[in-house]
């Protein structure tokens, strides 16, 4: 089984990244383009088969270590 | 302020309640105050602009009484506390700028971005006055190794410091780290910067000119950060989690536009006054302004740059987002400064103008949201004598007996964690960019070239809070002691300081004491070494679950040197060379243990009192090392300071890759012994005796304690240990704890 | 011989290697801001360090596609030499004018430090002031610099002598690639040794004040070279 | 409409990053982690209301300047 994390800032955290690609895109004369922003997105392959205990376990290493709630957001998808 | 205008004023947002008070950290004696000097109940904006005002950390009211104790002056002050920064004349038309600050609850909460942000505060903070930062450094103390938290705050808070400072292109040159369990749940971050800028050329905070704009640059405003002030001047508790999301995120990139932007902006005409929105953002920029010029201000808020949709009144005024600006111009340059801001793609927007009303009033939709006289809102904050109790004297120590020949307690002490080689950290700072970094890290005070010529500004960081702790008023004599101590040993000339007091809760009559104590010794000590204090920050409540931290007054100081060429090193630069040490030991009885690492590292105590302090004697000594390695007698010189003789020693010996025989008394004070004024130094045979003898002319303790050589460093003629096992042992220990789990 | 140092936001050692320049051309060095639509007349166009534009997407990728990165690659592609150093190294791999990508450090830390450096061939416009094989004391200070190329381009890279530099060990503390580099490599050319691309910062060696001095010789050779 | 970009790094690239999770994964205790990859994803929100125009843009940005095809493979997904 197969794990997708996505992390992205919180509403409201500033996203310099962000921000920074999107000044890019519009000098580089890209149109139309709005808000912009950066996560990360983490892949883990589990040996875990079961679909809630692989979600459990991931959602502990969201909390321990993959994500810092204090700015950050996670959402997890379970791929298989 | 006509009727109409009070009724808006009163109908805007809801309604202050005894809670509301409460939870804005208000006392109900301050919130009288208030009521009185507003003559009606404040809406909601208005309290939250008090109670930002009035917090500890903008109000410095538990603090005020003492820090005016502290000595200020000194021929060479440009401008001493109150400012921005510190400002210190340096010659040839040239000043230094300066300040350290903390951002300590932010960091222990996100190691990362707190630190980050602490030090792109900080730069902010010595950019607004016109100086080009030049040198940033750190402070750093953790809880102990063991601690669960305590590898992950480490590995944060470098790399948010390095993250910060590497992106903004200014050298992290120095800093000093310790370990100890009374930080275990309250960290300190304590940042510093210096800066340069051409004397006459300095910029201040003091509004001017009614009807001139005031303009916004830098990021935009967010919602982030609000009640940051308030956060750093509570106390912690188990639900601190909660107040999470006050924390920021930095944007270094940013940062360095703004520097450059500003100082471009500078080199015009343009700027009347310019202030820095640090805690307490727009609302601790304007009234500042305002108050140190007399004037009144009045916010256009919609004007405000805003990143969020619906921010209201409360957020714009009380939010803490980073990298922003706040200035008076000149009417007329408003084009000029537009220009340059939009070349360096900055926001850029005029958000109020000066007025003669001497009232702080901020506008929406041209309906006044809040209204506030500025100098009762500045003048009338609460100032506390509060209550305190001296610190016992800890008793004397008994005679100890050493638990392990002393080589080895050498080799334990090297890889301990408060002595053990900070390499790991520093190479993750970019320490020479600029280009004129003359000393890495690693000595005793970093050495930063003056950009274009051959004189250089010595910088360093120090303060033992065991020594604190044990005797607090010994305890700051000894802080500024040794940072005045670690310029001369480079050869500069020490000219002032900046501070960052870091205690527990000064609620508490221990506290104050500490806090009472600590400053007195720091008082007599800038007085005594013509050291003055030009800018500082407190931060109290460092406590968490009434646990105090050790009282920590962080003391960073410049001191000026006229040819680099002629700066002092602690590396031993060649054999057969004899080691001199200057200074005597505190009481006559061989070596002062009381307090030191060897107590704590070998025999598990922390007890005794610590070192004396005599402040002559570190005069004089200081004058007379100083007077060597100016002339040119002396080019290897090291102070002592933890750990003691020995320490100092190998420390010179590893920095050299040259070993040493050294010859003394048996017993583990004079090895080990952490008496004060004291220096290492090297010098062929012929010059050793030269400076015996000058020594001796001029009252000064001073004996040749060993020679230089080898690969190894022995005692008394005894079993060597060799360089490597030592190096091992000081360069192993934290990369090997970096990579633990 | 006329330089030009092109300053992008976020560039912070553009300073640095002007003074190093000026130190050895004697000339003045045109600074020359990224928005700028006129590239003036150069011998040699320097790209400095730094965090252009933050280095928050990918290091060097948002100034390597700038509009004035355009004319820089158009005048490369004349044969003008330029010089790309770290920040600068990345912007030139972004633009390829050198092959391969620079990678987060294998460490993933950020690391200032001197390594050594083996010149690995004294026959360029860059090392003829060295000699092939000499060994250099230089820092590096960055956080993504290892850098990667595929086989194939190795190979190429090996067969047409465009390594230019090569981490090796010497007495400094710390493993001699700082940052897991294929092959130690250091710094690269372009297939006519025109462009040189390298992460270390020889005008951070560039003085005696600066701790060492064996980064001058590469600007004073290219003064010899160039002028 | 808004763009989602995922970027992450070829096989044969190394992504010291993935592997430094996985590691502190394992320490940290949890048992059955394979391989984990760290990439990044990019929201874009766009003017744009037509998909084929959209996707026809992003991938341009994504030539241009997001991802850097020497170590990078990109995917875009249309939101909305
Ligand atoms: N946090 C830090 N950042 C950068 N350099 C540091 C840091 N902590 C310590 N150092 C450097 O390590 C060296 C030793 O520090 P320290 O033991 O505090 O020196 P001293 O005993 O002379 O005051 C100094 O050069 C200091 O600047
Ligand atoms: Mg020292």
Known sequence: ?80 | MSSREEQAVLRNEPNVTAETVAEHGLSEAEYRIILNLLGREPNLTELGIFSVMWSEHCSYKSSKIWLKTLPTEAAWVICGPGENAGVVDIGEGLAAIFKMESHNHPSFIEPYQGAATGVGGILRDVFTMGARPIANLNALRFGAPEDAKTRHLVAGVVAGIGGYGNCVGVPTVGGEVNFHAAYNGNILVNAMTVGLAEADKIFYSAAAGIGNPVVYVGSKTGRDGIHGATMASAEFDDDSEEKRPTVQVGDPFTEKLLIEACLELMATDAIVAIQDMGAAGLTCSSVEMADKGGVGIDLDIDAVPQREDGMTPYEVMLSESQERMLMVLRPGSEGTARAIFEKWQLDFAIVGRITETGRFTGRLDGEVVFDIPVRPLVEESPEYDRPWTAVEAPAELAPITAPMPHLEALQTLLGCPDLASRRWIWEQYDHMVMADTARRPGGDAALVRIHGSGRGLAIATDCTPRYCRAEPRRGGAQAVAEVWRNLTATGARPLAITDCLNFGNPERPEIMGQFVGCIQGMGEACAALDFPVVSGNVSLYNETNGQAILPTPAIGGIGLLDDLRRAADLALAAADEVLILIGGDDDGAGGHLGQSLYLRELLGREDGPPPAVDLAAERQNGDFVRGLIADGTVRTCHDLADGGLLVAAAEMALAGGIGAALDGPEGAGWWFGEDQGRYLLAAPPAVGEDILARAKAEGIAASAIGRTGGDALTLNGGAPISLATLRQAHEGWLPAYMSGP | MKTSVIVFPGSNCDRDVKVALEQSTGGPVDMVWHGDSELPAADLIVLPGGFSYGDYLRCGAMAAHSPVMREVVARAEDGVPVLGICNGFQMLVETGLVPGALLPNAGLKFVCRDVHLRVETSQSLFTNGYESGQVLRIPVAHHDGQYFADGDTLERLQDGGQIAFRYTAGETPGPANPNGSTDDIAGVYNDRKTVLGLMPHPERAADPQHGGNDGRALFDGLVTALS
Request: aromatic share 4%; proline share 1%.
């Open chain 1, 1 to 80: 089984m197969k794990a997708r994390v996505h992390i992205s800032y919180k509403n409201g955290v500033l996203d310099p990244q962000g921000r920074a690609i999107g000044q890019t895109l519009g000098n580089l004369g890209f149109a139309g383009v709005g808000e912009v922003r950066q996560g990360k997105l983490i892949e883990i392959e589990l040996a875990e088969t079961d679909a809630g205990a692989a979600r459990q376990a991931v959602e502990a290493m969201c909390q321990r270590l993959l994500a810092n709630t204090v700015i950050e957001n996670y959402s997890i998808e379970l791929v298989d």
